[in-house]
């Protein structure tokens, strides 16, 4: 079993280190979800069908969230920038409803 902090951004990485985490592997991107086996832990900022995927195959996801500006967007946050965004993980199980492929609103 190892915890996983995935992301581009160093600072995030930084803040992360600063909770106390221990992390076994930091990625810049995910690119290969076969990476990860049963009991694992995720951390990152994914879009939905991957956090399914990945709690599909019995692999825990902790979502890494800020509240950021809209000044802020776009731009790379330094430690100091993130600390004031609220930073925290949070824990996600996703579940994909299956059938509902080509249901429309």
Sequence with gaps: MATYFISRHPAALEWVKQQNVII?????????????????VVL?????????????????????????PPQWRGMELDLAQILQCQPEISYFHVEKIEGTDNLTA
């Excluded at 076994?24 to 694992?40: A, K, N, P």
């Design 44 to 68: 990152g900022t994914f879009p939905i069908q991957l956090v399914a995927a990945l709690n599909k195959k019995g692999i825990k996801y902790g979502h890494f969230s800020l509240t950021v």
């Design 24 to 40: 076994d592997h930091c990625l810049r991107h995910l690119l290969d979800m076969s990476l990860f086996t049963l009991g694992d």
